[in-house]
């Protein structure tokens, strides 16, 4: 069993469209992100989410936004595509918590192009 | 604030030689250090991961790291690779409690060659 799963793995859509990722997780974890990595595979959070709080890089542009149906899933939303966008996007989780170790698991990644 | 360098973003080596893949960080506070690999296509598997005690980490794939307080680095052997190892390979760096700061280095591309 995937412990964290994503679709779709593959998105190509053009500028302007609206489109989402959806990702679940069977771990149990109370926290879960969507890290984006660039096409120099530079990765960098983007958001991080408990059933407590919502933590947003301060860079990422208001066109996305994070959606939480429960505690397994964290959905991602991006409105009005531009080129830029075009980057493989990673969800994780993780059991937070002093001493927890901390650990991170991904997703296998969604390759979005936006043409 | 806590930053983290991988010092070569291309290592070329033989099959069966030895590795290192070198890592240096920066922090104010302690921090917990971690290896992953990401393989062609695919998402990132964690390796090994320092929290405390012996400094000698051993993780999956025959892949062990050595974290060094003064030096301020968490380097990552293989006394032998295949080329099966050929993948992008990331340390990271986090406070203790706090997996939301977890900060990435830049990656090191490990090229097994026959």
């Known amino acids: 069993d995937t412990a964290v799963s994503q679709t779709p793995k593959y998105l190509v859509t053009q500028m302007g469209n609206d489109k989402s990722i959806k990702c679940e997780q069977n771990l149990g974890h109370d926290t879960m992100y969507w890290y984006k990595q660039d096409s120099k595979k530079f990765l960098k959070i983007m958001f991080s989410y408990n059933n407590k709080e919502l933590i947003i890089n301060e860079t990422v542009p208001n066109r996305f936004s994070p959606k939480s149906p429960d505690k397994a899933h964290l959905n991602l939303h991006i409105n009005s595509l531009e080129l830029g966008d075009s980057a493989v996007y990673f969800c994780?989780?993780?059991?937070?918590?002093?001493?927890?170790?901390?650990?991170?698991?991904f997703g296998e990644g969604s390759w979005l192009t936006v043409v | 604030a806590q930053s983290v360098t991988q010092l070569d973003s291309q290592v070329p080596v033989f099959e069966e030689a030895p590795v290192e893949l070198r890592c240096n960080y920066s922090?104010?506070?302690?921090?917990?250090l971690f290896w992953y690999v990401q393989y062609p296509n695919q998402g990132l598997q964690l390796l090994l991961k320092y929290l405390s005690g012996s400094t000698l980490v051993k993780g999956i794939n025959g892949f062990e790291a050595e974290f060094n307080k003064s030096q301020t680095s968490f380097h990552l052997r293989k006394p032998s690779v295949h080329i099966s190892d050929t993948a992008e390979y990331f340390c990271?760096?986090?406070?203790?409690?706090?997996?939301?700061?977890?900060?990435f280095g830049s990656g090191t591309q490990l090229t097994v060659l026959p």
């Open positions: 922090s104010s506070v302690s921090v917990y």
């Open positions: 990271a760096v986090s406070p203790p409690g706090s997996a939301r700061q977890l900060t």
């Open positions: 994780a989780s993780s059991q937070g918590g002093e001493g927890s170790g901390n650990t991170i698991y």
